[in-house]
């Protein structure tokens, strides 16, 4: 019954921007931190942004000042605004909702791949 659905991935030049989304159902959204995660190939799954129920952000390092992650509660989405792609960024990219207090309530999707390509 949970589900989360990513969209928006696809090949982009360096340079260039994508929006991720994630909608989530089966789940009281407004009651579970939300974040992206990357998976690159022979790399380990990293957590590139998150947000809590309270909207506090936090990023990887090398994804500062380029991805924007975001909320709205009403459409029970998740967004990351990807600008500044870079090659390095090419990964499989996760949406994951933890509960904010419940946290071994914890569920994935299944994944959009963002090929970063000239």
């Known amino acids: 019954q949970v589900q989360l659905v990513e969209s928006g991935g696809g090949l982009v030049q360096p340079g260039g921007s994508l929006r991720l989304s994630c909608a989530a159902s089966g789940i009281t959204f407004s009651t579970y931190t939300m974040g992206w995660y990357r998976q690159a190939p022979g790399n380990q799954r990293e957590l590139v942004a998150d947000i809590t129920s309270s909207s506090s952000t936090n990023y990887v390092d090398s994804v500062k000042g380029r991805f924007t992650i975001s909320r709205d509660n009403a459409k029970n989405t998740v967004y990351l605004q990807m600008n500044s792609l870079k090659p390095e960024d090419t990964a499989v990219y996760y949406c994951?909702?933890?509960?904010?207090?419940?946290?071994?309530?914890?569920?994935w999707g299944k994944g959009t791949l963002v090929t970063v390509s000239s």
């Open positions: 994951n909702a933890k509960h904010r207090i419940f946290v071994r309530m914890d569920f």
